[in-house]
């Protein structure tokens, strides 16, 4: 059997009518740029995660480089971040001139560990020049949001959420209340990668606020720093979200719910699975999570007993796609080697980079596959 892991086509039969007719409207109206579609998704995204406004961008790298640009990060500033994760997290810090400074992940999430996080805010000799911290909600699960706005409001810094995995995932406050991730940043940003739980077919981002000076910010910015067109009062870049592609994801949008739903029940069912085959003593999986918080963009077991790179090369042979979520940590990346870190100085994400691995994990995937594929990870791993 092959399994893939991802795979874009399946849900096409599902809306080609729509679709094609979305796409059709748009080409036909002779508006491809910033024209209708592209409010109605900024507007639809705003409100679906409980942000004032939304600003549709070229892709999730460029609006985490804006925002940040946006809220007003520049050279010889500080910005606390995660090691463990997709690059464009920590290459906007870079690009206007900051300094990341990579604080280490909890070993059952993922995500970056907050205790770290106040450390370094209270312990780093330099901790003046800490300016905002982004973090990722990885996988699709939530970083512990009202802990982020209580560090936002103690150390008066700024909080911008790497929402790329994460599109609907929530955090439930202590007192019971459900937001979104998105919600509490002073800026959040989304991609529409092809992969991520809302994907178009090409490249899209957008930021979300709730303050309009910093959607004012990057509206400008993404103009090429323009309030008045070829008139420039900073140098900003050229990032806009195609009109098509907001056809392609407003289609989407409706149904973005129901593919969580689907995630969700795919996930529940490896658990049951890895379960029934004893297979937690070897693996550690993501546990069900009935709470509604989690969106499973990514299904990543870590390999307890047995070899990670081995697991991976028999899956290949039986037609299972993998995936490693990442097999090296940002801090140890050849182009940050002036930043000064060393292999052991962020054990945990160090530890994780040789010991993940994302199985296949899309709204379509079926029941019999995820069978196959737990039969031979069972098999792979020696029972
Ligand atoms: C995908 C992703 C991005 C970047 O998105 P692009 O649209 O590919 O530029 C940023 N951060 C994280 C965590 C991602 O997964």
């Known amino acids: 059997m092959k399994v893939p892991l991802f795979d874009i086509t399946r849900q096409y039969e599902t809306f080609k009518e729509e679709m094609l007719e979305a796409i059709d409207q748009v080409i036909r109206s002779g508006n491809v740029i910033q024209g209708p579609e592209v409010t109605k998704l900024e507007k639809s995204i705003a409100k679906y995660v409980g942000a004032k406004e939304g600003i549709g961008v070229a892709n999730g790298s460029d609006a985490l480089f804006i925002a940040l640009d946006a809220l007003g990060i520049k050279e010889g500033d500080s910005v606390i971040t995660t090691p463990y994760s997709f690059f464009a997290t920590v290459s906007c810090i870079t690009r206007l001139g900051a300094i990341p400074i990579f604080a280490d992940i909890d070993p059952e999430t993922f995500n970056i560990n907050l205790d770290r996080v106040e450390e370094i805010l209270n312990k780093h000799p330099k901790k003046e020049k800490i300016k905002a911290i982004i973090p990722v909600h990885l996988f699709g699960q939530t970083v512990d949001l009202e802990r982020l706005a209580s560090l936002r409001t103690q150390y008066g810094i700024k909080i911008l959420e790497d929402c790329a995995q994460s599109i609907g995932s929530c955090w439930i406050k202590t007192d019971g209340t459900v937001i979104k991730s998105a919600s509490i940043g002073d800026a959040a940003t989304f991609s529409f990668y092809p992969t991520k739980n ?186």
Do not use: W
């Not at 910010?217 to 720093?225: E, P």
């Not at 392609?248 to 739903?261: G, P, Q």
């Not at 140890?332 to 080697?337: K, R, S, T, W």
């Open 198 to 383: 809302l994907g178009g077919y090409g490249d899209g981002g957008m930021i979300v606020t709730s303050n309009p000076e910093i959607a004012e910010k990057t509206r400008i910015i993404a103009k090429h720093g323009s309030t008045k067109k070829y008139f420039h009062e900073i140098v900003g870049i050229n990032s806009r979200l195609d009109e098509l592609q907001a056809a392609i994801l407003n289609v989407k949008f409706k149904r973005l719910d129901n593919y969580i739903e689907k995630r969700k029940t795919i996930a529940y069912k490896y658990a049951e699975l890895i379960n029934k085959h004893n297979l937690e003593e070897v693996i550690e999986y993501p546990k069900p999570k009935t709470d509604n918080t989690h969106v499973y963009h990514q299904y990543v077991i870590r390999i307890k007993k047995g070899n990670r790179d081995n697991l991976r090369e028999h899956l290949t042979e039986k037609g299972i796609g993998t995936s490693i979520y990442y097999p090296k940590p940002l801090h140890l990346q050849p182009c940050f080697e002036y930043l000064g870190y060393k292999e052991g100085t962020l054990p945990i994400a160090e530890k994780a980079c040789h010991e993940t691995l994302a199985l296949p994990i899309f709204p379509e995937l079926e029941d019999k596959e995820i069978e196959y594929i737990v039969e031979e990870v069972k098999q792979a791993l020696g029972f």
